[in-house]
């Protein structure tokens, strides 16, 4: 298998360079989660202390969707805030999620991943110099080639809290 981070034929080079790095993060999300039973998807680690890996599905999955209307230069939808978020709730925490199965998590994501591909093949590259404000207040600035890049980036991060939550897991059983 040849590893690269070429775009799709209708973006603009930077645009899809940076959506083909969303893009492979993706399928690697499926790969590493492929045969979680649902024990395995709710488990909160040792101490159930942990956000499960539905949890964190769900989290990429709001936080990309938000990203999706920000390149879209629109507000998130209040239906869509309804059916995927909180982005966190009352304790500052990841939501509780129990119970979803990771087919269901995985294609919800898969849906907002789409929807990023049609927004990005709509992006030109000078439009990545574009500033949009994100974060729990809006309180933050970022580049839309900031924001594309840090979708990536983001969910790398929690696939290696789940990557050590199934070791865990199979340790405890």
Request: aromatic letters at 8%; one cysteine or more; charged letters at 20%.
């Amino acid at each position: 298998m040849l590893y690269d981070l070429k775009g799709e034929a209708n973006m603009s080079p930077v645009v899809g360079m940076l959506y083909s790095a969303v893009k492979e993060n993706s399928q690697r999300l499926q790969q590493i989660t492929g045969g979680m039973s649902q024990s395995e998807i709710d488990y909160k680690g040792p101490n159930n202390n942990f956000n499960s890996t539905a949890q964190l599905i769900k989290h990429i999955t709001y936080v990309d969707l938000n990203w999706v209307y920000r390149i879209k230069g629109l507000p998130l939808p209040q239906t869509s805030r309804e059916q995927h978020g909180p982005m966190i709730d009352e304790n500052g925490r990841l939501p509780m999620v129990q119970g979803i199965s990771l087919s269901t998590l995985l294609s919800t994501y898969e849906g907002v991943i789409a929807m990023l591909k049609d927004a990005c093949s709509h992006l030109k590259d000078d439009d990545l110099a574009r500033i949009v404000t994100f974060g729990h207040e809006n309180e933050k600035q970022a580049t839309m080639r900031w924001g594309i890049w840090h979708i990536a980036d983001h969910s790398r991060y929690h696939q290696a809290q789940i990557n050590q939550l199934r070791r865990w897991y199979q340790e405890a059983h």
